[in-house]
């Protein structure tokens, strides 16, 4: 499974989310969270197609709520 | 126009506070937070580049710690109805502005909750003392102003802030006329909860305001509505900022409010004090030689004054001198500034006292046209 959005909370979250990966020179897009996934998000999500793992755990040690992952596919 | 009401809102505002507003409403007009389209994305960016910087400013511990209001009185209802259960008790100082005592009053003549208020000392001391006196079983909140609205008088909050805490009791500094003059920093002092003004010393419009807060308190919302977020749970989300920030924001106004702190940033705050407490202390001076005027409070120590000041012509009420002052194209503020309690302590509730508060574009000429016109009072 190719899990390449990382679920967030708020829109501020993925704010908070992309400019720290930013930093980090990894590649991630802010997007509208699809609607079939199971999680209750904000809406709002990153799209991230490279080290989505390394992604997330970094965002986690930076303190970033997570709330889960998900497929692009089932946009 | 000389104005002189700059404790009421600050005017002008900085060119680059106008631009920004009306860049807003142009470019960036969409619903943030809300929308998945690119124009919507960018509106959330400015909003979140506003966040980021706030947080900068106020040493705040986290983005989402910062929630914008429409004004400091927005943010300090926040703070007493998120806080306060049934039962607790508050402490507030003898300065505060309606914005305080009036929440407050509400809710003790709903019986829902009781408070006191502690009187300003003559010195650090007793003020401290005053409030430590007041403490009792069920005290769960201090609120304080940083500066007062009407004399200036500046309070110890930092020494309050830590005497409170060692109570185990929550403190909520009022920083509606310090933010922007004097030194903020949460991660220093230790506040849970600061309640500023964007209109006033951070220049940007009005409608705006910031609730600062610590983090680690999740605080019962003031209003419910729609944030952009877990859309299909009924219940507010329990995470910050969109806890606290129901409805469509205010991007026109947070982002002038942006463009201000930016300026404030560039310029640096300790300067812009020194400059407002230059022209105060100097007015202070020069009043002290009419015999018909009362000037109120101290300036001749920046650590206990903020750059407004208080006086009252003998024989004249204060709301004609201010109407003088108008008809010379002065504007200054009379009355009890919505601060009767303040009003009360300094023994001029019964007429009221004429303020004046610089800003850092009031110049010496235009506190020179003001001696010349109170020289010139019938």
């Known amino acids: 499974m190719n899990q390449q959005l990382i679920l967030l909370p708020s829109v501020t979250y993925a704010m908070k989310a992309k400019n720290i990966l930013d930093q980090h020179q990894i590649r991630a897009y802010i997007q509208r ?13 990153l799209f ?28 | 126009m000389i104005y002189l009401d700059n404790s009421a809102t600050t005017y002008p505002k900085p060119p680059a506070v106008y631009q ?5 409403m142009r ?28 947080k900068k400013f106020f040493h705040a511990s986290d983005e989402a710690s910062v929630i914008f209001t429409s004004g400091c009185t927005q943010a ?6 998120g806080v306060l259960h049934r039962g607790d008790h508050v402490i507030i100082s003898s300065m ?13 003549n709903a019986g829902y909750c009781s408070y006191s208020v502690a009187d300003i000392g003559a010195d650090d001391d007793e003020t401290i003392e005053n409030f430590r006196r007041a403490i009792n079983r069920n005290t769960r909140l201090f609120i304080c102003t940083h500066a007062s609205n009407v004399f200036g008088t500046r309070l110890p909050v930092e020494r309050l802030c830590a005497l409170a805490h060692s109570y185990g009791i929550l403190f909520c500094l009022d920083a509606a006329q310090s933010a922007g003059l004097l030194h903020i920093d949460l991660e220093r002092d230790g506040y849970d909860f600061v309640c500023c003004a964007g209109h006033k010393y951070l220049y940007g419009p009005m409608g705006t305001g910031i609730l600062l807060l610590k983090g680690e308190h999740m605080l019962d919302t003031l209003i419910e509505g729609g944030t952009g977020s877990e859309s299909a749970d009924p219940d507010m989300p329990s995470y910050y900022p969109d806890r606290l920030e129901a409805g469509t924001q205010n ?28 022209l105060i202390r100097g007015l202070w001076r020069r009043l002290q030689e009419f015999d018909r005027i009362k000037v109120y409070g101290d300036f001749g120590d920046d650590s206990r004054s ?27 503020r009379s009355g009890l500034h919505c601060a009767p309690l303040a009003h009360r302590f300094m023994g001029t509730s019964e007429g009221g006292t004429v303020r004046v508060a610089p800003s850092y574009f009031t110049t010496e000429t235009d506190i020179n046209i003001l001696v010349n016109s109170l020289r010139k009072l019938p």
């Open chain 1, 33 to 45: 969270t699809p609607k079939n996934v199971s999680v209750r998000s904000c809406g709002y999500c």
């Open chain 1, 48 to 75: 991230v197609p490279e080290h989505t793992n390394e992604a997330e755990t970094l965002l986690r040690k930076k303190g970033v709520r997570v709330l889960g992952r998900a497929e692009r596919e089932r946009l």
């Open chain 2, 20 to 24: 920004a507003v009306g860049r807003a």
């Open chain 2, 27 to 54: 470019d960036f007009g969409f619903n943030p937070g809300r929308g998945g389209y690119e124009r919507s994305l960018a509106a959330s960016k400015k909003i979140y580049e506003a966040r980021t910087q706030m």
């Open chain 2, 76 to 81: 300090v209802n926040t703070v007493i109805k």
């Open chain 2, 96 to 108: 505060e502005h309606n914005s305080v005592v009036r929440p407050l009053q509400k809710l003790y």
């Open chain 2, 251 to 278: 991007v026109p106004g947070i982002l002038g409010l942006n463009a201000g702190v930016q300026l404030l940033s560039n310029i640096g705050i300790e300067k812009i004090y020194q400059k407002e407490m230059r």
């Open chain 2, 306 to 332: 903020a750059p407004v000041l208080s006086f009252t012509v003998s024989g004249i009420d204060s709301e004609e001198v201010a109407h003088v002052l108008s008809k010379r194209g002065i504007a200054v």
